[in-house]
C-alpha cells in the first residue's frame, strides 16, 4: 500500500498541536516505523520521490520492479518532448509519452511533463525556423500537448535550459530566443490556459548554488511574479559530482521566498562522495517547506544518460546503494512539507457577482496565498477580494493592487485582469508572514 500525503501529513501537525497544547518541548526523533522506500518515506513529510523513466525499458522486469515499488513520482525521460510528441509539423505522437504516463498512473504514481519547450531535441522541421513563424509553432505545441495531457500533469517543465551558463546571468541564444525574449512568458500563459490544473515550472542546470546563471533565473522569477506572469516552480536539475555546491540550500531558499515551489528534478550524482552528497541534497529539500518533492535522473547506475559514472541509486544489478540507505534516512526524518489547503467562499455568484477561491500554502512561519477569481454567469470588469489575516502580516503580492496587510485585506484587479468573462477566472496571488489560516476570502463585482 501505498502512504498518501493525506493521511500521513497530519501526524507532525497533531504532534505540535499536542506538544503546544501540553506546553511541552517538542523532541523529534526519527519514526518508529520508519517507511521502507523513497516514495512512502517523502509521502510522510507531503512530498514525493520520483525518477526518469524510459518507454523503452518498460518491458524490464527489474526496472519495473524497483519502479513501482519505490517512486511516486515519473517524469519521461525523452518521450514527452518536442522531438517525440511533435516528429512533423502540425502531426502529433503521444504514443511513448501516453505509455509511461499510463503505466505510472496504473501504479498511483503522478506525473511531471518534460519538457514542452527546449532549444534541444527541437524536431528538424523545427530547428530551421526563425521569427514569427517559429513563434507561432512554438506556441501551437505548448497548446496542443498542454491540452492532450491537461488534467494529469502534476507540474510541466514549460521552458527547459534557456539561460547561458558563465557569468552574463543572461539568456542562451538559440532560435526560440530569437523569436523575442517574451517568449518564455509567452508560452508559460500557452501552458496555463491549455491546462490550468498543471503546477508550470522553468526548469535548468548549473544554477545548485547561487551563481550569476542561478541569479538571472530569480530574477526572471521575481519578474514574472510581479507581472502575474503564471510561474509556481523552479526546477534544478541538480546533475552534481562529489558534493553540492555549500549555498544549496539557501539557493533553494530564495526562489522559495518568491512564492514558488521548489523541486530537485534531475539528480544524479557521481564520484566517491555520493552517498553523503546525496543526503545533504535530501536534507536540504526536507528543511524547506516549499520543496515539493526530489527525482532522480534514472533508476539504475545502467540506466544513466552518465555512461560509466554510476551516479544513481541502485547498481547495474538492481541493488540498493549506500546512496540509496543515505536518500532513504534522510527523507524518513524530513521535516515537514506544505501543507496546502483550499477554500472556497461563494458570495453574490449570479448575474455581475463572482467568487473568491483560495489555495493556501502554510510553513511553521509563513504562507503563500493563490486566489482564484471566477466570474458569475456575467462578466466582470472589475473585482474586489477581500481576505482577512487575523494571525498573518502580507509582505508581498502580484496581479493585484492592495490595501492593507493584516486584519480585512482588500485586493482589486489591475489593468489587464480586471475583465473576466462569464464564467472565466483570473488569479492573484500574496505571500506573509504568520498565519494565513481563516482568510475567508469574498469577492465583490466592481
Ligand atoms: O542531458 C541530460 C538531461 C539534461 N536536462 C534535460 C534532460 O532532458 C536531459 O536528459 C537527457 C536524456 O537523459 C538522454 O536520454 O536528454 C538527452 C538528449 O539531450 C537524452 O539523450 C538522447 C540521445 O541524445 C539520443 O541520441 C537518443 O535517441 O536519448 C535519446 C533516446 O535514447
Known sequence: MKLTSRSVSLVPIMATALA??????????????????LGAAAAQSGRYFGTAVAAGRLSDQTY?????????????????????????????????????????????????????LWHQQEPGWARSMEGSSLRQAMINHVTQVATHYRGKIYAWDVVNEAFADGGSG??????????????????????????????LCYNDYNTDGINPKSTGIYNMVRDFKARGVPIDCVGFQSHLTNNAPSDYRANLQRFADLGVEVQ?????????????????????????????????WGIRDTDSWRTGENPLLFTGSGAKKPAYNAVLDAL????????????????????GGCTASVSLNQWNDGFVASVKVTA??????????????????????WSSNRSGNSGAVTFTNVDYNGSVPAGGSTEFGFQGTGSGAGLNPSCTAT
Not at 20 to 37: D, E, H
Not at 172 to 194: K, M, P, V, Y
Open 64 to 116: 519495473v520492479n524497483i519502479l513501482n515499488t519505490e517512486f511516486n513520482m515519473v517524469t519521461a525521460e525523452n518521450e514527452m518532448k518536442w522531438d517525440a510528441t511533435e516528429p512533423n509539423r502540425g502531426q502529433f505522437n503521444y504514443s511513448g509519452g501516453d505509455r509511461i504516463l499510463n503505466q505510472a498512473v496504473g501504479n498511483g504514481s503522478r506525473v511531471r511533463g518534460h519538457a514542452l
Open 20 to 37: 503546544a497544547a501540553l506546553g511541552a518541548v517538542l523532541v523529534v526523533s526519527a519514526p518508529a516505523n520508519a517507511a521502507t522506500t
Open 376 to 397: 458569475g454567469s456575467s462578466a466582470l470588469r472589475g473585482w474586489r477580494v477581500t481576505a482577512t489575516l487575523s494571525n498573518g502580516t502580507v509582505t508581498s503580492s
Open 170 to 199: 543572461g539568456r542562451r541564444d538559440s532560435n526560440l530566443q530569437r523569436t523575442g525574449n517574451d517568449w518564455i512568458e509567452a508560452a508559460f500563459r500557452a501552458a496555463r490556459a491549455a491546462d490550468p490544473a498543471a503546477k
Open 332 to 351: 524518513n526524518a524530513g521535516g515537514p512539507g506544505p501543507t496546502t489547503t483550499t477554500t472556497t467562499t461563494s458570495n453574490n455568484p449570479g448575474p
Open 264 to 296: 530537485i528534478t534531475e539528480l544524479d550524482i557521481a564520484g566517491s562522495n555520493q552517498a553523503n552528497a546525496y543526503r545533504d541534497v535530501t536534507n536540504a529539500c526536507m528543511a524547506i517547506r516549499a520543496c515539493t518533492g526530489i527525482t532522480v
